[in-house]
């Protein structure tokens, strides 16, 4: 049975640093991994999106990696910034589920000024 | 290009009463995947459309059910609601059923329902 888990559940570092964020899976059968942001009682947005078959996805500040044979990715965020607080999920699409994406339970980020 | 539109944004409901909530998918796209959000549970899957059919359901009681429209607009409802349902409901859309290989999610900003 696939089990998304991220560590830690809370981070807090201060303005400038670079840091990484954890999420791995236990089936490595999935399609692909995508990385999501949610800020405190708003929907999810989209950050980064792995299909199964690259390693790794940039946009601006950020960078996903996936290694499937370990069960591992990270989100590694460059040059923190306040308003990169919020909380931040990953999400396995798995084909063996029938509910095909199956998701962490996050980390919540606190970027300190 | 619009969005993932959920409407309402906020619900206060009683218990014992039923709630429809809705959701459009971003043009074109004809999946709609729901999902619950608690802080405890995190998200749960509740079901996924694609062309007016339901194609996954996750484990969640008959109370709950939906359905999606020639239109790929979709709509759950919650019936004899109970305190355990307040939760942010959010709706998921996709170009192709279940995420697919090449395409991920695009989410709403969800409903906040909470049942006193």
């Known amino acids: 049975k696939q089990e998304v888990t991220q560590i830690p559940a809370a981070l807090s570092v201060p303005e400038g640093e670079n840091l990484v964020l954890n999420c791995s899976f236990t089936?490595?059968?999935?399609?692909?991994l995508q990385w999501f942001r949610q800020d405190p009682g708003k929907g999810l947005t989209s950050l980064l999106l792995?299909?199964?078959?690259?390693r790794e996805q940039t946009s601006g500040r950020l960078n996903a990696s996936l290694d499937k044979s370990s069960g591992r990715s990270t989100l590694y965020i460059a040059a923190s910034q306040p308003g990169d607080s919020a909380t931040y999920l990953c999400?396995?699409?798995?084909?063996?589920?029938?509910?095909?994406?199956?998701f962490g339970k996050g980390t919540r980020l606190h970027i300190l000024p | 290009k619009a969005g993932v539109t959920q409407t309402p944004r906020y619900l206060i409901k009683t218990r014992g009463q039923q709630v429809t909530l809705s959701c459009s998918p971003i043009?074109?796209?004809?999946?709609v995947s729901w999902y619950q959000q608690t802080p405890g549970q995190g998200l749960q899957f509740l079901f996924e459309y694609f062309s007016e059919t339901q194609r996954n359901k996750g484990n969640f009681p008959g109370r709950f059910s939906g359905r999606q429209f020639s239109n790929s607009r979709s709509e759950m409802n919650v019936s004899t609601l109970e305190l355990g349902d307040s939760a942010l409901y959010l709706c998921?859309?996709?170009?192709?059923?279940?995420?697919?290989?090449?395409?991920?999610?695009?989410f709403g900003s969800g409903t906040r329902l909470t049942v006193v």
């Open positions: 792995i299909q199964s078959s690259q």
């Open positions: 089936d490595s059968a999935i399609y692909n």
């Open positions: 999400a396995a699409g798995d084909m063996n589920r029938d509910d095909k994406i199956i």
């Open positions: 043009s074109g796209h004809r999946s």
């Open positions: 998921a859309s996709s170009l192709v059923p279940s995420g697919s290989f090449d395409y991920g999610y695009t």
